[in-house]
């Protein structure tokens, strides 16, 4: 979807089209890949950071 809107606003053939689309998913992966390794390393902080979230909405609700 990406890759069509900026083929069509910028005259892109379907060959660079292709291109974007395969730049565009890399980076889809990568960026997951990279969430999930932070998410691994610092797990307990953040279920630790959710919990003082909920908990603290908890109270407001009181």
């Known amino acids: 979807m990406i890759s069509v809107k900026l083929a069509e606003k910028f005259g892109i053939t379907n060959n660079l089209q292709f291109i ?3 730049i565009v998913a890399a980076l889809t ?3 997951k890949a990279i969430g999930k390794e932070i998410a691994n390393r610092n ?3 953040i279920v630790y950071g959710f919990g003082k979230i909920l908990s603290n909405l908890k109270d407001e609700n009181k």
């Open 43 to 45: 797990s307990t902080q």
């Open 20 to 22: 974007i689309s395969a």
């Open 29 to 31: 992966v990568g960026g």
